[in-house]
């Protein structure tokens, strides 16, 4: 044989048996092949759906950063456009829809719910020595999330993430700013390429409330004048807060509801380490049905996303606490984020899904204070809708060592009201465990250390989580009678034999003592 073809031979099986990487052809993604399994780099999100990189698909297909719209792409190209890069079929699957809590209500009150609905709520504690359970990347692909809902971290502009609400921006621009709205919408790359480029209409999620946050576009985008939350004072009745008007508001909070959409990425290798693009990132399979030009979702991971978002405090001045001003900005805060965790659940309910992750809205970089998020959510109307569609509700928790607006004592308070909800839905008693007190203190004292924070040890991680799951509600079964060996009837005879005996010893040195 040819010594030349020989040596491509054997190259050809050292690569068809090792790690490898290809460039694809168009532009497509570098696909990186490790265990079986494929992965893009993160900032290649765009080009793993369309087939191109994101200039390319503009340019091709003439974006108009004025109207916001594809001038060239007519959609009777569609069909032909997906079967030249099947990827591209998971751009127009699922549902979107944009709902304010009373849109909700009224959908809610025709729909008729089982009357053995039950419910539980669950708090998954963020474990240091195991980020990627608590990681979006990674619960976004597991099997047991297949059609869960993700309550999304968005903005008001919505729903969007970085480099949607201005059409000049490009959504592969996301990193390094990624946080966790960017983060999801990474991994369901598709329905983000939808928003932005094919849904018709960008939604303003506060529209409904345009007399308490009307808006202004300045140098970095729209946002809502501090002033403006002054004149939410229509809300109080003198001194104190009318609970009426606030339902009010509250039902006039919207939400972006992305139903039954794909999940295309999963994992990173650097689980819960802040995005920078360079990351590798699972690369999912998307089925096609017989058509080639349709997701199977039989065969393809599906997901919801739910938009919400809270107040940016950021620049915002913060006033003493009795001071009207910063009675008027917690209010609106607390309004806002009670529209955003009950839309999020009605929302699940009205999609008839069934497990729903929530995560700490507004907590990190929008700085609102976690006592606001234990009031969104500890209160009648949070629990009933999760007892009266049985929903099963997963909080997402996680500490922020290093910043100045959280710390031990106010994410004790929060998880202490977090765990009261638990009992209550759960019939638990988290709430007055004194060791898993005493567990999440020694956690905190730890994430929380200062100058650096400290790992707490596995050992710590796992006697709370047990705590936690040891006390879940327990689905009924069917009892079964036990079958037992003639070994293991022995053995019990020998056992009571045992404890018959020790009863009697104890009872002898008993009455020694007293005769002493």
């Known amino acids: 044989m040819n010594v030349r073809i020989t040596k491509t031979i054997a ?59 594809l001038d060239t792409f007519k959609l009777d190209q569609k069909d032909a456009w997906i079967k030249a890069y099947p990827r591209r079929a998971a751009i127009w699957q699922g549902n979107f829809e944009f709902l304010t809590n009373g849109d909700l209500d009224k959908k809610l009150e025709q729909k008729k719910f089982p009357a053995q609905s039950k419910g539980s709520f669950k708090i998954l504690i963020h474990n240091p020595n195991k980020p990627e359970l608590t990681d979006v990347r990674y619960l976004i692909e597991q099997p047991g999330n297949y059609n869960a809902v993700f309550q999304v971290a968005s903005t008001f502009w919505g729903p969007l993430e970085g480099g949607m609400a201005r059409h000049e921006a490009l959504i592969s621009n996301m990193f390094p700013a990624a946080a966790q709205g960017e983060i999801i919408s990474v991994c369901t790359a598709a329905a983000t390429i ?26 970095y985008g729209q946002y809502i004048p501090k002033g403006y939350i002054q004149d939410f004072r229509y809300a109080w009745n003198q001194e104190n807060y009318d609970t009426k008007q606030q339902a009010n508001d509250i039902a006039k909070v919207g939400l972006g509801v992305h139903s039954n959409i794909v999940a295309s990425l999963g994992q990173t290798n650097r689980p819960f380490k802040k995005p920078d693009g360079n990351e590798l990132q699972k690369r999912l399979s998307i089925d096609l049905n017989a ?9 393809t991971q599906i997901v919801n996303l739910i938009f919400s978002s809270a107040y940016n405090l950021r620049d915002s001045k913060i006033f003493p606490d009795n001071d009207l001003n910063q009675r008027w900005l917690i209010n609106f805060c607390t309004m806002i984020l009670k529209g955003s965790y009950l839309g999020t659940l009605k929302s699940a309910a009205y999609l008839g899904k069934t497990k729903v992750y929530l ?34 509700v997963i909080l997402v928790y996680r500490p922020e060592p290093g910043k100045t607006w959280r710390n031990k004592e106010e994410d004790i308070g929060f998880l202490k009201q977090m765990f009261s909800i638990a009992d209550n839905i759960n019939g638990t008693t988290l709430a007055k465990n004194t060791i898993l007190e005493n567990n999440l203190n020694i956690y905190l004292d730890n ?66 003592g007293k005769m002493k």
């Open 11 to 69: 190259l050809a099986m050292f690569f068809l048996n090792s790690s490898f990487s290809w460039t694809m052809m168009n532009n497509e993604p570098r696909i990186i092949k490790e265990q079986n399994e494929d992965y893009i780099m993160a900032r290649d999100f765009f080009q793993d759906i369309v087939g191109m990189d994101e200039a390319t698909f503009r340019k091709q297909y003439s974006w108009n950063t004025n109207t916001g719209k």
């Open 194 to 219: 939808y928003r932005k480029y094919f849904m018709e209409k960008i939604f303003y999620l506060l529209e409904n409330l345009l007399g308490a946050a009307s808006y202004k576009t300045g140098k």
């Open 291 to 299: 058509d080639r030009i349709t997701v199977n979702i039989n065969k």
């Open 447 to 512: 994430v929380y250390a200062k100058p650096d924070p400290i790992n707490p040890t596995p050992e710590l991680m796992e006697n709370i989580k047990s705590i936690i799951e040891a006390t879940a509600p327990v689905q009924p079964v069917t009892p079964v009678t036990p079958v037992v060996t003639p070994q293991q009837q022995q053995l019990g005879v020998l056992t009571q034999s045992l404890q018959n005996l020790t009863n009697e010893l104890k009872k002898l040195k008993d009455t020694l």
């Open 359 to 392: 995560t700490l809205m507004g907590a990190s970089a929008f700085r609102n204070k976690m006592a606001w998020l234990a009031d969104a959510m500890n209160n009648s109307e949070f629990k009933d809708i999760i007892k009266k569609a049985g929903l099963e």
